[in-house]
């Protein structure tokens, strides 16, 4: 099983970014795909996470209303679209799956991908 996050890198304060997510090695459409970031000196917080087989998803309240995620069926690939990027957005963005359903905690989540860089700058 492989988790493959891209799309991180350095943006204003305001900014908008889209993470990506490629997905193999695993039946996706019975499974949740999460995202995750993790500032330094911190813990491991939920940002949000899509159940694949139906499109629901679910947010923090910190990104709500900022963050949306999606899905390609065709390309085995989630999405992380950041818009009003705020400084303290700025942390390692991982993407994570787990059987099924959405969870909040990392800990429920079995496959992780390696993470990407995002920073906001003020």
């Known amino acids: 099983v492989q988790l493959q996050a891209s799309g991180g890198g350095l943006v204003q304060a305001g900014g908008s970014l889209r993470l990506s997510c490629v997905v193999s090695?695993?039946?996706?459409?019975?499974?949740?795909l999460g995202w995750f970031r993790q500032a330094p000196g911190k813990e491991r917080d939920f940002v949000g996470a899509i159940r694949w087989s139906t499109g629901s998803t679910d947010y923090a309240d910190s990104v709500k209303g900022r963050f949306t995620i999606s899905r390609d069926n065709a390309k085995n690939t989630v999405y992380l679209q950041m818009n009003s990027l705020k400084p303290e957005d700025t942390a390692v963005y991982h993407c994570a799956a787990r059987p099924w359903s959405i969870a909040t905690a990392p800990k429920q989540y079995i496959y992780w991908g390696q993470g990407t860089q995002v920073t906001v700058s003020s």
């Open positions: 090695g695993l039946t996706i459409s019975t499974y949740a």
